[in-house]
T-cell receptor
Framework: AQSVSQHNHHVILSEAASLELGCNYS??????LFWYVQYPGQHLQLLLK??????LVKGIKGFEAEFIKSKFSFNLRKPSVQWSDTAEYFC????????????FGAGTRLFVKA | GAVVSQHPSWVICKSGTSVKIECRSL??????MFWYRQFPKQSLMLMAT?????????EQGVEKDKFLINHASLTLSTLTVTSAHPEDSSFYIC?????????????FGEGSRLTVL
């Protein structure tokens, strides 16, 4: 069965610091990969996605993620965080022959100090 | 972007009663809808997958007789928590996907917080 592992449960950064959130998945087949974000009091929304092609994908608000197939990883990065990036971030994986189920990691709570 | 709406966003009920949560796709036809449950400080746990016009597929460990899911149209799915108990208190989130083939990209509702007294 596929699973998603997020390395950090809580991250605290100061504004302008760089961010990298780790995500690894376990599935040997072809996958679609996602990062979702949940801002305080809001519903989950898509941050970025990878289906195929360039393994470095760019999303909204300056976020990017790199798919490294050999490492089964899809880490999220942002060069300089802002206070408004305070949120919970979820990595998610959808196996293309996995019955259309999208499986989520445990989430990482990011708090950015102003 | 695609909009998914859930109702109610907050419900409190007595133990033993049933509660229905609605999930609607407002501006697209959702071929597949998913129901997740989120425990405090934990991730989303997939409960079931529902396709319009067919029976829902439940994940292992999820009681289908307790969590009744109906997907009667391409824009509406409902989750009914039957004979609710305090341990059913949780945050329930629906999501929908559109298009064929299903890429796994999901559009989420606001979530429904259920408190069973």
């Amino acid at each position: 069965a596929q699973s998603v592992s997020q390395h950090n449960h809580h991250v605290i950064l100061s504004e302008a610091a760089s961010l990298e959130l780790g995500c690894n998945y376990s599935y040997g087949g072809t996958v679609n990969l996602f990062w979702y974000v949940q801002y305080p009091g809001q519903h989950l929304q898509l941050l970025l996605k990878y289906f195929s092609g360039d393994p470095l994908v760019k999303g909204i608000k300056g976020f990017e993620a790199e798919f490294i197939k050999s490492k089964f990883s899809f880490n999220l990065r942002k060069p300089s965080v802002q206070w408004s990036d305070t949120a919970e971030y979820f990595c998610a994986v959808n196996a293309r022959n996995g019955g259309f189920k999208t499986i989520f990691g445990a989430g990482t709570r990011l708090f950015v100090k102003a | 972007g695609a909009v998914v709406s859930q109702h109610p966003s907050w419900v409190i009920c007595k133990s033993g009663t049933s509660v229905k949560i609605e999930c609607r796709s407002l501006d697209f036809q959702a071929t597949t809808m998913f129901w997740y449950r989120q425990f405090p400080k934990q991730s989303l746990m997939l409960m079931a997958t529902s396709n319009e016009g067919s029976k829902a597929t439940y994940e292992q460990g999820v009681e289908k007789d307790k969590f009744l899911i109906n997907h009667a149209s391409l824009t509406l799915s409902t989750l009914t928590v039957t004979s609710a108990h305090p341990e059913d208190s949780s945050f329930y989130i629906c999501s929908a996907s559109s298009g064929t083939p299903n890429t796994g990209e999901l559009f989420f509702g606001e979530g429904s917080r259920l408190t069973v007294l």
